[in-house]
Structures are given as structure tokens and as C-alpha cells.
């Protein structure tokens, strides 16, 4: 089994350095997760790479739909050939649901940074998509339930037997069980600091994102006042939200990278 990393020239705050394809290869054959950006520079560079790595073509999947990930499928298609698309939701070939299990991948539902994102599971390898990045954290987009799902799916990966994370973005994780620990203890780091901020009068979008995301960068702010949109759902759902709020207006798409 290999899985090669093949890097997106579409570098920029939510993709980090870009978007990481990955040929996966096995007995039986060889797909695509995740084709990235509609970028011609980069479907060539994956065309090549499965032709250099060979084997029956089987197809592609896709870990959400989000344009970064999932734009370059008629592109890839079209050098690589037809086959199957794979994924939890949209026009695709075969709709994929947690549990399912496709050649040598195992579908685990990792619902928080979009509600249908999938991570594939190859041996001990993780193909995380943008459920856990390489570096830095993910923003979680504020569907209900989306964060406690979300910490659910993290708890669920950490008690597989993983080694290593193949991200969306970001460099290869030596560690997975390290990094998923440090996914969860960040997320809970973020929701002390949500509720001793509350406890402290705090109200406001503005005020809120200060006190509980003062490092963010200001391009990345309203990435983080949508996560701010989830922690407080959570907060909701648990009834420990006091009264009078301010809540940020979700966009319509969950795709704020596009
Ligand atoms: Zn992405």
C-alpha cells in the first residue's frame, strides 16, 4: 500500500500551503482522494503521479465538498479517465456514509468542519481532509450539533490503532494520537476560555472574539466568529448559554475558503 502526497499551488489563509491530493494505491488498484483545486498545473502533476505509481484506475473520494478539495474532480476525469466519485453528499457516483468500507478504505463520518465530511482510514493511516490539518486548527461551521459532533469524531479516531495523518492541508502527522489529542484539548481550551468569558460580562460578537481569539489574524476572523457561532450552539444545546448573546449571522454556503 502507498499513498502519495501530490501539493496544490493554491497556498492562502484557510488552505495553508495548499490543498494536498493523495494517490492511494493497493493490490487492487489506484484512486484519488481529494482531486483539489481546478488548477490544470495541478490535476497534470496528479494525472502523472497515477500513471507513474500504475495500476487499475478505480476512482476518486472525496473527504467534503468544500471547491478546494472537490473542484478539480471533471478536470482529474477528464487526463486520468472516467471512473466512480465517491463522497457523503452531492452529484456524485456512490454516497458514502460512516461505517462504509471501499477498497482498502474505511469510512469514518467526521462531521464540524463541514456537515459531510468523511475521513478514510488505509491500515493506520488517517486521511483527515480538513477534519484535523497539519498545522494550526480548523474552523467548525456551525450546523446544529456540529461541535459536539465534532469532538465526538475526534474521540472516535483517537481509539482506532492510527499512526500517521495525511491532512487536507499542512505537513504529514508522525503522530496521530498526539495530534488528536491536541485537536480536542485545543477545542476545549477555546470553549474554558468561551465560558469564563461570558461569566466576565461578556456579550458581544466583537468582545468575545477579542477576549477568546485575540491571536487570530485579522483575515481570519470571520472563519473564527463562525467557530465562535458553534462553540456558543454547543453552549445552547447544554443550557449553560446565559441570556442576551450576541450570535454571528452564518453565511449561507459552508464553504468560506471559496
Ligand atoms: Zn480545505
Known amino acids: ?148 459532533g465534532y469532538l465526538a469524531a475526534l474521540q472516535r479516531l483517537r481509539e482506532l490503532p492510527l499512526r500517521r495523518i495525511h491532512p487536507g492541508h499542512g505537513p504529514l502527522v508522525a503522530d496521530a494520537h498526539a495530534k488528536l489529542d491536541e485537536y480536542r484539548a485545543h477545542r476545549l481550551t477555546r470553549e474554558a476560555a468561551l465560558i469564563s468569558a461570558l461569566a466576565n460580562g461578556h456579550r458581544t460578537i466583537d468582545a468575545l472574539l477579542d477576549d477568546v481569539w485575540s491571536e487570530v489574524p485579522a483575515v481570519l476572523r470571520p472563519a473564527a466568529a463562525v467557530t465562535l457561532a458553534a462553540h456558543l450552539d454547543k453552549l445552547d444545546e447544554e443550557r449553560r448559554l446565559p441570556a442576551g448573546v450576541e450570535r454571528p449571522a452564518v453565511p449561507e454556503t459552508d464553504s468560506p475558503e471559496v
Open 1 to 148: 500500500m502507498q499513498i502519495r502526497g501530490v501539493l496544490a499551488p493554491n497556498p492562502g489563509p484557510f488552505t495553508l500551503d495548499g490543498t494536498n491530493s493523495y494517490v492511494v494505491r493497493d493490490a487492487d488498484g489506484v484512486w484519488v482522494v481529494d482531486p483539489g483545486p481546478g488548477i490544470a498545473s495541478h490535476l497534470d502533476a496528479l494525472a502523472a503521479a497515477i500513471a507513474a505509481i500504475g495500476g487499475p484506475w478505480r476512482g476518486v473520494l472525496l473527504t467534503h465538498d468544500h471547491g478546494d478539495h472537490a473542484e478539480g474532480v471533471p478536470g482529474l476525469l477528464d487526463r486520468a479517465g472516467a471512473a466512480p466519485v465517491h463522497a457523503a453528499r452531492g452529484a456524485v457516483d456512490v454516497v458514502l456514509a460512516d461505517g462504509d468500507t471501499l477498497g482498502p478504505f474505511s469510512v469514518v463520518a467526521t462531521p464540524g468542519h463541514a456537515p459531510d465530511h468523511l475521513a478514510f482510514v488505509v491500515g493506520e493511516e488517517l486521511l483527515s481532509g480538513d477534519s484535523v490539518l497539519g498545522r494550526g486548527s480548523v474552523f467548525v461551521w456551525p450546523t446544529p450539533g456540529a461541535l459536539s
